[in-house]
């Protein structure tokens, strides 16, 4: 069973910078796809960034020159760098892994089997 541990939110003013990680056990780190979403209140859950075993990485439109998606299989972890944050940013982060998803379905919450509990991140304006 494969378990998973967000860390690294807080609350940070605009401009600023975060850096969320995502602990995965139980399962072989290496193989797997993982991602980032968020949640913002009264929203759905929407995709972030994901990486795979070969360190490829696609991200939101929303993020591109902000955040970078990075993984170390050595520590079975995961990271988002997330610079330049806005006050739209404000969500809960969850990171979610998977161990065999299409290209097609990785921007899909329904598509990951695993997921942590979140960390709260907070733009101020």
């Known amino acids: 069973q494969v378990h998973i541990v967000e860390s690294g939110g807080g609350l940070v003013q605009a401009g600023g910078s975060l850096r969320l990680s995502c602990e995965v056990s139980?399962?072989?780190?290496?193989?797997?796809?993982t991602a980032w979403f968020r949640q913002a209140p009264g929203k759905d859950r929407e995709f972030v960034a994901v990486?795979?075993?070969?360190?490829?990485?696609s991200y939101a439109d929303f993020v591109k020159g902000r955040f970078a998606i990075s993984r170390d299989n050595t520590q079975n972890t995961m990271y988002l760098q997330m610079d330049s944050l806005k006050p739209e940013d404000t969500a809960v982060y969850y990171c979610?892994?998977?161990?065999?998803?299409?290209?097609?379905?990785?921007?899909?919450?329904?598509?990951?089997?695993?997921w942590g509990q979140g960390t709260q991140v907070t733009v101020s304006s």
């Open positions: 979610a892994a998977d161990g065999h998803l299409i290209m097609s379905s990785r921007r899909m919450p329904a598509a990951y089997d695993y």
């Open positions: 990486t795979d075993r070969y360190r490829r990485s």
């Open positions: 139980g399962g072989t780190f290496s193989s797997l796809i």
